[in-house]
């Protein structure tokens, strides 16, 4: 098996138990009393978590090789989710969720693993299985986890925690190392990547894009649900069906059609027209009313995003140094997770304040503005090749 068929299976089964307990977290949390706003507050806790350790882990990962780091996450979320299923208490819950954002946290790891045994030509192709992965483990897991809380609400977890493990034990056995160690390479830290992407403009561009696309996205995630029971009448089965409608989407885009592109187009002109593509997306969803249309918006979104997502982490990954992928690409991530954390309180402000559809116009504005400016900055002669790795 080649390695990134392993790294691809290794993401798979480590997102396929992120999918099955995220669903059905907010129920569990209830059972121990949480509020809304507490269950708001898992979903921050994690994705704080990622915003921290993001970079370390990237950084760590340039100094010790990748596979320690991956294991280090897969068994931290083996961990995290037998914690859920033996919480006691909202306080072990929120523990729980911690520890599965550090945990989490190294999918840049993973990326810059993709980016170790790829070449530039190939690497959105790579860049591409990963979310393929994250589409997949969102389309499978949800429903794998509505089945087995049928037994006991605990049963999730367990089974979560089960192929983390499983997970851990494979990768030790099957996944190569792609970097050997060297611990003389000093990674840059937050702040020294922060002042290091300074001095690349194309760089500073593309991480900006990270932040504002996760933010946009996730704040229609947060609000989506309330707005589709509204306007539609849709109940949770339904909104779950939904989102593994948009979860099929970004797999087949990120896993068959994203590489053809990127090789006719190359990553450059395509991330403004996917980011144009999310900007009409969640942009017709206020004016979806009824479930076709409504499923149109929904597929021009999610290929927007499955089409971005890969090429923005290839571009960052040219653009950094050869020796600072780890490091780079969990910046990148960390602002992404940081766009986790700002976009549903920003999203939920809107919807409670000033009505359920500003919420996706807000988005769509912004959203329109990045294009504006991806369009501009990345065809700006010679500003990408400044910082090629040259792998």
Not at 13 to 37: C, K, V
Not at 45 to 66: H, N, T
Request: hydrophobic share 55%.
């Amino acid at each position: 098996m080649s390695p990134l068929a392993v790294i691809f299976v290794t993401v798979f089964i480590d997102l396929l138990g992120f999918g099955i307990i995220i669903p059905l977290l907010p129920f569990y949390a209830e059972s121990f009393g949480a509020s809304a706003f507490a269950i708001g507050l898992l979903g921050t806790s994690f994705s704080l978590m990622q915003f921290v350790f993001s970079p370390i882990w990237g950084r760590w990962s340039d100094r010790i090789g990748r596979k320690p780091i991956i294991l280090l996450g897969l068994m931290g979320s083996c961990v995290s989710y037998l914690t859920l299923a033996l919480a006691t208490s909202l306080t072990l819950v929120f523990v729980a969720r911690i520890l599965g954002g550090i945990a989490g946290a190294n999918i840049p790891t993973a990326q810059a693993y993709i980016a170790d045994v790829t070449t530039p030509e190939n690497r959105a192709k790579g860049m591409g299985m990963v979310g393929a992965a994250f589409g997949l483990g969102f389309i499978f897991g949800p429903a794998i986890g509505g089945v087995l809380s049928r037994i006991s609400p605990e049963a999730p977890m367990w089974t979560a925690s089960a192929l983390c493990l499983s997970n851990f034990i494979a990768a030790w056995f099957l996944l190569p190392e792609s970097r050997a160690a060297n611990p003389e390479t000093k990674g840059l830290g937050r702040l020294d990547a922060f002042r290091h992407a300074m001095t690349k403009p194309t760089l500073v561009l593309l991480l900006a894009l990270y932040f504002i696309v996760t933010a946009a996205f996730s704040g229609f995630e947060a609000t989506f649900a309330l707005f589709s029971e509204s306007r539609f009448g849709f109940t949770a089965a339904s909104i779950g069906f939904l989102f593994a409608y948009i979860g099929v989407v970004l797999a087949l885009v990120q896993g068959v059609l994203v590489h053809k592109v990127v090789k006719r187009v190359g990553e450059a002109r395509l991330i403004p027209v996917a980011i144009f593509a999310i900007a009409v997306g969640v942009g017709l969803v206020p004016f979806a009313w009824s479930v076709p249309t409504l499923l149109v918006a929904l597929a021009v979104l999610a290929l927007g995003m499955g089409f971005n997502s890969p090429a923005l982490s290839a571009m960052v990954s040219k653009t950094a140094d050869a020796d600072d992928q780890g490091g780079t690409l969990g910046l990148a991530s960390s602002l992404a997770s940081l766009g986790r954390v700002v976009g549903p309180a920003w999203g939920g402000y809107l919807y409670d304040a000033y009505g359920m559809t500003t919420p996706y116009l807000s988005a769509a504005a912004i959203m329109l503005v990045a294009f504006g400016v991806s369009l501009v900055g990345l065809r700006t002669p010679g500003s990408f090749s400044q910082g090629s790795s040259g792998q």
